[in-house]
């Protein structure tokens, strides 16, 4: 199976501490996104990549996050000093330019990392 | 904000029934997409509909989109106990915005009743 891969699959940690989660995409996929989905609520988009290109941050993106992805293939999450509020599922998507360039591609999801934070 | 809003929250339905589920969006948009999402898991890329089509098939799948109206609807028909899920849509901004960040609603639960 050549899909998105996300590790860890499940987080537990205890507020203050650093944690990181790693996405490895599809491939040929140049465009990487995180994604954040709380309990009874949509996925909320976080970031985007292009190639090794960190091109949009949303405002959700606290000081305390950061994203990278150093050579435009896997992509590490790291959230700093964890609060309560950050539990949640993290998802990572992954997609590849359509021909025209103009319309949104497809973007296809890993089985997310749910992280609890005690 | 929300861009999508699904339409029913919940759904309850027998094996071999249809259910049609709805989603209204604000603004402008280039696709909207349909994804399905199984307890705690990730998403299922279902069905991409361009803002210049109104009709689209895949399998028992039927999506349509009414750009006057900023709304779609997914109906899946001859429902199987396998497809309870939760149904989320997602549009991007269309022109003059991102077209590659997705905005999701709240989804529609979906169960199917053997």
């Known amino acids: 199976d050549t899909g998105v891969s996300q590790n860890p699959r499940h987080k537990i940690t205890k507020r203050g501490q650093n944690v990181t989660f790693r996405c490895d995409p599809i491939?040929?996929?140049?465009?990487l996104y995180w994604y954040r989905q709380t309990l009874g609520q949509g996925p909320e988009f976080l970031t985007y990549f292009q190639n090794e290109a960190q091109l949009e941050k949303s405002r959700l993106l606290s000081d305390r996050f950061s994203a990278e992805r150093p050579k435009g293939s896997f992509s590490t999450l790291e959230i700093q000093r964890t609060e309560q509020g950050d539990s949640a599922m993290y998802l990572c998507?992954?997609?590849?330019?359509?021909?025209?360039?103009?319309?949104?591609?497809?973007?296809?999801f890993g089985p997310g990392t749910r992280l609890t934070v005690l | 904000s929300q861009q999508g809003e699904e339409d029913p929250q919940a759904l309850s339905i027998q094996e071999g029934e249809n259910a049609t589920m709805n989603c209204s969006y604000k603004t402008s948009i280039n696709n909207l997409q349909w994804y399905r999402q199984n307890s705690g898991r990730g998403l299922v890329h279902l069905i991409l509909i361009r803002s210049n089509e109104r009709e689209k098939h895949s399998g028992r799948l039927r999506v349509t989109l009414d750009t006057s109206k900023k709304s779609s609807s997914l109906l899946i028909t001859a429902s199987r106990a396998a497809d309870t899920a939760s149904y989320f849509c997602?549009?991007?901004?269309?022109?003059?915005?991102?077209?590659?960040?997705?905005?999701f609603g709240k989804g529609t639960l979906l169960t199917v009743n053997p």
């Open positions: 491939s040929e996929h140049n465009r």
């Open positions: 997602a549009t991007d901004r269309g022109s003059g915005g991102s077209n590659y960040k997705l905005t």
């Open positions: 998507a992954s997609s590849s330019p359509s021909s025209s360039g103009r319309v949104t591609d497809t973007q296809y």
